[in-house]
């Protein structure tokens, strides 16, 4: 069974220029969360799906972010125009419907020049 | 508002047992989670309590008190590849819908 992946790895631009983040979550898994670290602090929840419905977007830190989750599959994260503390490590998790645990994905490490 | 403290740092020798402690605080409290994060990877599920007690899972084990607002991560037969960051989470619906509330990790180094 694949994991959950995410892309791209590594992103680096410049302050004011949009950046989008992909997630893809393990097949079936209704559950998609979008967390954000910060280095050497916590795991902050941003936002969290439940098929293509947006359940709890309540930690997203600004109308600069966006996400999407397209016909309950893939999801998309853009950062428009992107500031200098946005920089950090964006994570995606899956679960399935009822279960607790969540699979991380490896995160996009974002850095804003 | 919800907030969770857990120990920056610990060191421990291998074939020890160590504890993270993880206090929290929150209105809608479901249950504990707790993740593991080797440096540059994702963070991995091991355990979850959402009754009072202890769980078992190899050689770890996890540990929740609601009345304490409370859990532990009991680590034993250390091993040096349990080097890594531990983080615990709350499972809140305090704002109405489930969220995972995460604290800010705690560093566990293993010396040979």
């Known amino acids: 069974e694949a994991g959950v992946t995410q892309f791209p790895s590594h992103s680096v631009i410049e302050k004011g220029q949009t950046v989008t983040l992909r997630c893809d979550p393990i097949s079936g898994h209704d559950n998609l969360y979008w967390y954000r670290r910060v280095m050497g602090k916590e795991i902050k929840f941003l936002l969290h799906?439940?098929?293509?419905?947006?359940?709890?977007e309540s930690g997203m830190p600004n109308n600069r972010f966006l996400a999407e989750r397209t016909g309950g599959t893939y999801s998309t994260l853009k950062v428009q125009p992107a500031e200098l503390e946005d920089s950090g490590v964006y994570f995606c998790?899956?679960?399935?419907?009822?279960?607790?645990?969540?699979?991380f994905g490896p995160g996009t490490r974002l850095l804003v020049l | 508002g919800q907030s969770l403290e857990q120990p920056s740092e610990v060191t421990a020798v291998e074939g020890a047992i160590v504890q993270i402690n993880c206090t929290y605080q929150?209105?809608?409290?479901?249950?504990l989670s707790w993740y593991q994060q080797h440096d540059g990877g994702a963070p991995t599920f091991l355990s979850y309590n959402a009754l009072d007690g202890l769980e078992e899972t190899g050689r770890f084990s996890s540990f929740l008190s609601r009345s304490d607002s409370y859990g532990y991560l009991l680590l034993q037969e250390l091993q040096m590849k349990d080097s890594a960051s531990y983080f615990c989470?709350?499972?809140?619906?305090?704002?109405?819908?489930?969220?995972?509330?995460f604290g800010t990790g705690t560093r566990l180094k293993v010396l040979a």
């Open positions: 929150t209105s809608g409290f479901y249950g």
């Open positions: 989470a709350v499972r809140d619906r305090s704002s109405g819908t489930y969220k995972y509330i």
């Open positions: 998790a899956s679960s399935p419907s009822g279960k607790e645990t969540q699979y």
């Open positions: 799906f439940v098929k293509e419905s947006k359940q709890d």
